[in-house]
């Protein structure tokens, strides 16, 4: 037999994981779910031209559940998660992909790990701009070992933000 619960006891019990859910996936987010196109801003650091090589994959669908991001990057398929941070409007994610197989400076390269980090800041509904760093990661040859940094700014159906005041 099951020892009864008193109906105080129970609203203690249940209260605090009713509140920790909606925190988690209520919070109202600006930034609209959808397609987006990554325009290079600035390159950082460019080891082996990857960006002329991949510049045709950076483009992702962005999706949005409180304050879980996801991102479906065209960069060789990957698949990037993470969370919005405290203030709403900066998001950092993370994705890897082990075993790809790469072209980096004219030479077929067998990648142990490519790791890709995306920082991003909400400029309005539809665009975000902020860091993306992805990294080629092997045991041999050492040429194929390459990272590439970049500023970025997303944008959403070719929808930027108004800049007129």
Avoid at 63 to 72: A, E, F, H, P
Wanted: some cysteine; glycine content about 8%.
């Amino acid at each position: 037999m099951v020892p009864a619960v008193s109906t105080p006891r129970r609203h203690r019990l249940v209260l605090p994981g009713l509140l920790l859910a909606c925190l988690a996936g209520c919070l109202p987010r600006v930034q609209e779910p959808g397609d987006y196109v990554f325009e290079p801003v600035e390159v950082l650091r460019d080891d082996c031209g990857l960006l002329e090589a991949n510049r045709n994959q950076l483009y992702g669908t962005l999706q949005i559940s409180g304050r879980v991001v996801r991102l479906d990057f065209g960069f060789l398929d990957s698949h990037l998660v993470g969370y919005f941070l405290e203030d709403g409007d900066h998001f950092s994610i993370d994705g890897s992909v082990v075993k790809a197989a790469a072209e980096v400076n004219g030479q077929e390269c067998l990648l142990d790990q490519i790791n890709i980090h995306i920082d991003g800041t909400t400029q309005c509904e539809t665009q975000f701009d902020g860091v993306l760093r992805v990294r080629y990661d092997t045991r041999r040859p050492d040429e194929c070992v390459c990272e590439m940094w970049l500023r970025y700014e997303a944008v959403k159906d070719s929808k930027r933000c108004d800049t007129e005041g």
